[in-house]
Protein backbone atom coordinates (compact mmCIF):
# COMPACT_ATOMS: atom_id res chain seq x y z
CA UNK A 1 0.00 0.00 0.00
CA UNK A 2 2.00 2.84 -0.84
CA UNK A 3 -0.72 5.64 0.03
CA UNK A 4 -1.73 3.78 2.86
CA UNK A 5 -4.61 6.60 4.79
CA UNK A 6 -3.40 9.88 3.26
CA UNK A 7 -5.86 12.29 2.34
CA UNK A 8 -6.56 12.63 -1.76
CA UNK A 9 -8.06 15.41 -3.55
CA UNK A 10 -8.83 14.88 -7.48
CA UNK A 11 -9.86 17.43 -9.59
CA UNK A 12 -11.94 16.26 -12.73
CA UNK A 13 -12.51 12.53 -10.99
CA UNK A 14 -15.37 11.23 -12.52
CA UNK A 15 -13.93 10.12 -15.63
CA UNK A 16 -11.27 9.61 -17.60
CA UNK A 17 -7.44 10.18 -16.29
CA UNK A 18 -8.78 11.69 -13.09
CA UNK A 19 -10.77 8.48 -12.43
CA UNK A 20 -8.51 6.11 -12.72
CA UNK A 21 -6.02 8.31 -10.80
CA UNK A 22 -9.07 8.10 -8.23
CA UNK A 23 -9.08 4.25 -8.16
CA UNK A 24 -5.47 3.53 -8.38
CA UNK A 25 -4.91 5.77 -5.30
CA UNK A 26 -8.34 3.99 -3.48
CA UNK A 27 -6.55 0.61 -4.37
CA UNK A 28 -3.40 2.08 -3.00
CA UNK A 29 -4.87 2.66 0.58
CA UNK A 30 -5.41 6.75 0.11
CA UNK A 31 -8.83 7.93 0.95
CA UNK A 32 -10.10 9.94 -1.88
CA UNK A 33 -12.14 12.90 -2.39
CA UNK A 34 -13.13 12.69 -6.70
CA UNK A 35 -14.28 16.33 -7.17
CA UNK A 36 -15.88 17.24 -10.50
CA UNK A 37 -18.77 18.94 -12.12
CA UNK A 38 -20.67 16.11 -12.62
CA UNK A 39 -20.08 13.76 -9.87
CA UNK A 40 -19.56 10.01 -10.44
CA UNK A 41 -20.46 6.40 -8.32
CA UNK A 42 -17.79 4.59 -7.52
CA UNK A 43 -17.43 0.91 -6.47
CA UNK A 44 -14.14 1.33 -3.82
CA UNK A 45 -16.12 2.93 -0.95
CA UNK A 46 -12.85 4.80 -0.23
CA UNK A 47 -13.88 7.35 -2.92
CA UNK A 48 -16.41 9.70 -2.26
CA UNK A 49 -17.73 12.21 -5.27
CA UNK A 50 -17.85 16.00 -4.51
CA UNK A 51 -19.66 18.61 -6.80
CA UNK A 52 -17.42 21.14 -7.65
CA UNK A 53 -16.59 23.60 -10.15
CA UNK A 54 -13.05 24.52 -10.14
CA UNK A 55 -13.90 28.46 -11.52
CA UNK A 56 -16.12 28.57 -8.35
CA UNK A 57 -13.52 30.17 -5.73
CA UNK A 58 -16.53 30.06 -3.13
CA UNK A 59 -17.24 27.02 -3.27
CA UNK A 60 -13.73 25.93 -3.81
CA UNK A 61 -13.23 27.66 0.00
CA UNK A 62 -16.32 25.42 1.23
CA UNK A 63 -15.02 22.18 -0.04
CA UNK A 64 -11.61 22.47 1.65
CA UNK A 65 -13.51 23.93 4.75
CA UNK A 66 -15.02 20.06 4.52
CA UNK A 67 -12.48 18.25 3.47
CA UNK A 68 -10.53 19.46 7.02
CA UNK A 69 -13.34 18.91 9.02
CA UNK A 70 -14.16 15.51 7.56
CA UNK A 71 -10.61 14.37 6.76
CA UNK A 72 -8.57 15.94 8.90
CA UNK A 73 -6.04 17.00 6.70
CA UNK A 74 -4.71 17.05 2.90
CA UNK A 75 -1.90 15.23 1.70
CA UNK A 76 -2.28 15.09 -2.04
CA UNK A 77 -3.94 16.92 -5.01
CA UNK A 78 -4.24 16.38 -8.24
CA UNK A 79 -4.83 18.69 -10.63
CA UNK A 80 -6.65 17.38 -13.03
CA UNK A 81 -10.06 18.69 -14.64
CA UNK A 82 -9.09 19.81 -18.09
CA UNK A 83 -11.45 21.09 -21.15
CA UNK A 84 -10.76 22.06 -24.96
CA UNK A 85 -12.11 24.55 -26.80
CA UNK A 86 -9.65 24.08 -30.11
CA UNK A 87 -9.72 26.12 -33.18
CA UNK A 88 -6.95 27.78 -35.15
CA UNK A 89 -6.43 31.46 -34.00
CA UNK A 90 -8.11 33.17 -36.46
CA UNK A 91 -11.28 31.49 -36.07
CA UNK A 92 -10.81 31.29 -31.88
CA UNK A 93 -13.21 33.07 -30.23
CA UNK A 94 -13.05 35.25 -27.17
CA UNK A 95 -15.59 32.92 -25.45
CA UNK A 96 -13.34 29.63 -26.33
CA UNK A 97 -9.88 30.96 -25.23
CA UNK A 98 -11.91 32.22 -21.82
CA UNK A 99 -13.51 28.97 -21.58
CA UNK A 100 -10.00 27.40 -21.24
CA UNK A 101 -7.90 29.64 -19.59
CA UNK A 102 -10.54 29.73 -16.59
CA UNK A 103 -11.10 26.07 -16.23
CA UNK A 104 -7.23 24.73 -17.23
CA UNK A 105 -5.34 27.49 -15.82
CA UNK A 106 -7.13 29.70 -13.13
CA UNK A 107 -8.82 26.55 -11.90
CA UNK A 108 -5.16 24.49 -11.08
CA UNK A 109 -4.28 28.41 -9.29
CA UNK A 110 -7.69 27.95 -7.26
CA UNK A 111 -7.76 25.11 -6.25
CA UNK A 112 -3.80 25.06 -5.04
CA UNK A 113 -4.40 28.58 -3.44
CA UNK A 114 -6.01 26.89 -0.58
CA UNK A 115 -4.40 23.56 -0.45
CA UNK A 116 -0.81 24.74 -0.98
CA UNK A 117 -0.56 26.60 2.21
CA UNK A 118 -2.56 24.15 4.47
CA UNK A 119 -0.03 21.36 3.51
CA UNK A 120 2.92 24.09 4.42
CA UNK A 121 0.81 24.24 7.99
CA UNK A 122 1.25 20.39 7.85
CA UNK A 123 4.33 20.06 7.08
CA UNK A 124 4.27 18.29 4.25
CA UNK A 125 2.13 17.17 1.13
CA UNK A 126 2.07 16.53 -2.77
CA UNK A 127 0.84 18.56 -5.34
CA UNK A 128 0.57 17.30 -9.43
CA UNK A 129 -0.53 19.20 -11.73
CA UNK A 130 -1.88 17.34 -15.34
CA UNK A 131 -0.25 19.30 -18.04
CA UNK A 132 -0.31 18.24 -22.24
CA UNK A 133 2.23 17.39 -24.92
CA UNK A 134 0.74 20.44 -25.79
CA UNK A 135 2.02 22.38 -23.37
CA UNK A 136 5.23 21.51 -24.17
CA UNK A 137 5.79 21.05 -27.97
CA UNK A 138 2.43 23.21 -29.20
CA UNK A 139 -0.07 22.30 -31.47
CA UNK A 140 -2.40 23.28 -34.25
CA UNK A 141 -5.46 24.48 -33.17
CA UNK A 142 -4.60 24.49 -29.71
CA UNK A 143 -3.57 28.17 -28.39
CA UNK A 144 -5.79 28.69 -25.64
CA UNK A 145 -5.19 25.07 -24.56
CA UNK A 146 -1.45 25.20 -24.95
CA UNK A 147 -0.80 28.40 -23.09
CA UNK A 148 -3.40 26.30 -20.11
CA UNK A 149 -0.96 23.71 -20.29
CA UNK A 150 2.78 25.69 -20.49
CA UNK A 151 0.91 27.33 -17.85
CA UNK A 152 0.39 24.62 -15.57
CA UNK A 153 4.09 23.37 -15.63
CA UNK A 154 5.08 27.27 -15.04
CA UNK A 155 3.22 27.68 -11.48
CA UNK A 156 4.52 24.02 -10.74
CA UNK A 157 7.73 25.20 -10.73
CA UNK A 158 6.85 28.19 -8.70
CA UNK A 159 5.12 26.25 -6.47
CA UNK A 160 7.92 23.82 -5.66
CA UNK A 161 9.90 26.79 -4.79
CA UNK A 162 7.19 29.04 -2.69
CA UNK A 163 5.60 25.40 -0.75
CA UNK A 164 9.16 24.31 0.24
CA UNK A 165 9.73 26.96 2.22
CA UNK A 166 10.01 27.20 5.81
CA UNK A 167 11.19 23.58 6.29
CA UNK A 168 8.21 22.25 4.80
CA UNK A 169 8.28 19.36 2.78
CA UNK A 170 5.22 19.85 -0.23
CA UNK A 171 6.40 18.36 -3.25
CA UNK A 172 5.14 19.63 -6.51
CA UNK A 173 5.19 18.37 -9.98
CA UNK A 174 3.60 17.48 -13.05
CA UNK A 175 2.95 14.89 -15.49
CA UNK A 176 2.36 16.31 -19.47
CA UNK A 177 0.35 12.92 -21.15
CA UNK A 178 0.73 11.84 -24.63
CA UNK A 179 -2.41 11.28 -26.21
CA UNK A 180 -4.42 8.91 -24.13
CA UNK A 181 -7.96 6.80 -24.53
CA UNK A 182 -10.31 8.94 -23.10
CA UNK A 183 -13.74 10.63 -23.96
CA UNK A 184 -11.59 13.66 -24.67
CA UNK A 185 -9.89 11.76 -27.88
CA UNK A 186 -13.32 10.73 -28.91
CA UNK A 187 -13.83 13.99 -30.52
CA UNK A 188 -10.67 14.01 -32.16
CA UNK A 189 -11.17 12.58 -35.76
CA UNK A 190 -8.85 9.40 -37.30
CA UNK A 191 -7.30 11.43 -39.50
CA UNK A 192 -5.71 13.70 -36.88
CA UNK A 193 -5.18 10.37 -34.51
CA UNK A 194 -3.36 8.33 -37.06
CA UNK A 195 -0.37 10.72 -37.66
CA UNK A 196 -0.08 11.19 -33.68
CA UNK A 197 0.28 7.67 -33.33
CA UNK A 198 2.69 7.67 -36.47
CA UNK A 199 5.03 9.70 -33.99
CA UNK A 200 4.57 7.87 -31.00
CA UNK A 201 7.75 5.67 -30.71
CA UNK A 202 5.54 3.13 -29.04
CA UNK A 203 2.99 3.39 -32.12
CA UNK A 204 -0.21 4.00 -29.90
CA UNK A 205 -2.42 6.16 -27.74
CA UNK A 206 -1.80 5.87 -24.11
CA UNK A 207 -4.27 4.15 -21.19
CA UNK A 208 -5.19 6.37 -18.58
CA UNK A 209 -3.88 3.60 -16.03
CA UNK A 210 -0.29 4.45 -18.04
CA UNK A 211 -0.97 8.15 -16.51
CA UNK A 212 -2.46 7.27 -13.15
CA UNK A 213 1.22 5.12 -12.23
CA UNK A 214 3.29 7.99 -13.18
CA UNK A 215 0.95 10.26 -10.81
CA UNK A 216 1.00 7.55 -8.37
CA UNK A 217 4.91 7.54 -8.48
CA UNK A 218 4.80 11.37 -7.56
CA UNK A 219 2.27 11.22 -5.14
CA UNK A 220 3.80 8.59 -3.08
CA UNK A 221 6.69 9.00 -0.73
CA UNK A 222 8.43 6.64 -2.78
CA UNK A 223 9.29 10.11 -5.03
CA UNK A 224 10.47 11.95 -1.82
CA UNK A 225 13.20 13.63 -3.21
CA UNK A 226 11.32 14.49 -6.67
CA UNK A 227 10.07 18.08 -6.77
CA UNK A 228 9.41 21.07 -9.57
CA UNK A 229 10.19 18.04 -11.92
CA UNK A 230 7.39 17.62 -15.45
CA UNK A 231 7.22 13.93 -16.20
CA UNK A 232 5.91 13.34 -19.68
CA UNK A 233 4.45 9.83 -20.17
CA UNK A 234 3.36 9.74 -23.70
CA UNK A 235 5.22 6.90 -25.28
CA UNK A 236 7.93 8.96 -27.45
CA UNK A 237 5.59 11.29 -28.89
CA UNK A 238 7.12 13.99 -30.46
CA UNK A 239 4.60 16.62 -32.07
N1 LIG B 1 -6.97 12.51 -22.95
C1 LIG B 1 -5.78 12.93 -23.38
O1 LIG B 1 -5.28 12.48 -24.42
C2 LIG B 1 -5.01 13.95 -22.62
C3 LIG B 1 -3.71 14.26 -23.04
C4 LIG B 1 -2.96 15.17 -22.34
C5 LIG B 1 -3.50 15.78 -21.22
N2 LIG B 1 -4.78 15.48 -20.82
C6 LIG B 1 -5.28 16.17 -19.64
O2 LIG B 1 -5.67 15.21 -18.68
C7 LIG B 1 -6.76 15.73 -17.92
C8 LIG B 1 -7.92 14.75 -17.94
O3 LIG B 1 -8.30 14.53 -19.28
P1 LIG B 1 -9.35 13.43 -19.73
O4 LIG B 1 -8.99 13.04 -21.10
O5 LIG B 1 -9.49 12.39 -18.67
O6 LIG B 1 -10.66 14.34 -19.82
P2 LIG B 1 -12.21 13.98 -19.68
O7 LIG B 1 -12.91 14.99 -20.50
O8 LIG B 1 -12.45 12.53 -19.95
O9 LIG B 1 -12.49 14.25 -18.13
C9 LIG B 1 -12.35 15.54 -17.58
C10 LIG B 1 -13.16 15.62 -16.30
O10 LIG B 1 -13.01 16.95 -15.80
C11 LIG B 1 -14.29 17.41 -15.39
N3 LIG B 1 -14.32 18.88 -15.47
C12 LIG B 1 -14.29 19.64 -16.58
N4 LIG B 1 -14.41 20.92 -16.25
C13 LIG B 1 -14.50 20.98 -14.89
C14 LIG B 1 -14.64 22.03 -13.96
N5 LIG B 1 -14.74 23.32 -14.36
N6 LIG B 1 -14.68 21.73 -12.64
C15 LIG B 1 -14.62 20.45 -12.23
N7 LIG B 1 -14.50 19.41 -13.07
C16 LIG B 1 -14.44 19.68 -14.38
C17 LIG B 1 -15.26 16.77 -16.35
O11 LIG B 1 -16.58 16.74 -15.78
C18 LIG B 1 -14.66 15.38 -16.51
O12 LIG B 1 -15.14 14.47 -15.54
C19 LIG B 1 -7.09 17.10 -18.52
O13 LIG B 1 -6.44 18.11 -17.78
C20 LIG B 1 -6.50 17.01 -19.91
O14 LIG B 1 -6.20 18.26 -20.42
C21 LIG B 1 -5.54 14.58 -21.50
Redesign the pocket.
Known amino acids: MRLKDKVAVV????????RSICETFAREGAKVIA????VAEFENESIKGYA????DRSAIEAFYAFAVAEYGRVDILVN?????RDALINKMTEDMWDAVIN??LK?VFNMTQIAGPLMMEQGSGSIIN?????GEYGNVGQSN?AAT?AGVIGMMKTWAKEFSRKGAAVRVNSV?????N????KTVPDKVLDPIREKTMLGR?GE?QEIANAVLFLASDEASFITGHNLSVNGGLRL
Request: hydrophobic share 40%; glycine share 16%; proline share 5%.
Open positions: TGGSQGIGVDMNLNVTNAGITVNGIASVVYKAPGYVTEMMLP
